[in-house]
């Protein structure tokens, strides 16, 4: 059993910063890629950002050079800094485990 505990979404100002965790537990060995995926209403679900276990990454085009993943392998948890947010950015944000485990998602709002 696989559990992915997501934590520091919220409301902020555009231009402001969040930092996003996501805790993973259970038989997780096998899996790679970590990472984040987000929604906006009424649109696909689209990547943000993934990282592997040796720290190779992949960020979405509209997050480059603003938001910034990392890992600690040693907690089984990923990291999202997110900065120079804007309104855009508003999504429920989803942490996922090799593309096969999804937490519920953490909401990510941000006031123009």
């Known amino acids: 059993q696989v559990q992915l505990m997501e934590s520091g979404g919220g409301l902020v100002q555009a231009g402001g910063s969040l930092r996003l965790s996501c805790a993973a537990s259970?038989?997780?060995?096998?899996?790679?890629?970590m990472g984040w995926y987000r929604q906006a209403p009424g649109n696909e679900r689209e990547l943000v950002a993934l990282?592997?276990?040796?720290?190779?990454?992949n960020y979405g085009d509209s997050v480059k050079g603003r938001f910034t993943i990392s890992r600690d392998n040693a907690k089984n948890t990923v990291y999202l800094q997110m900065s120079s947010l804007k309104a855009e950015d508003t999504a429920v944000y989803y942490c996922t485990l090799g593309l096969s485990f999804w937490g519920r998602g953490t909401q990510v709002t941000v006031s123009s």
């Open positions: 259970g038989s997780i060995f096998s899996f790679n890629r």
């Open positions: 990282i592997t276990r040796g720290g190779t990454t």
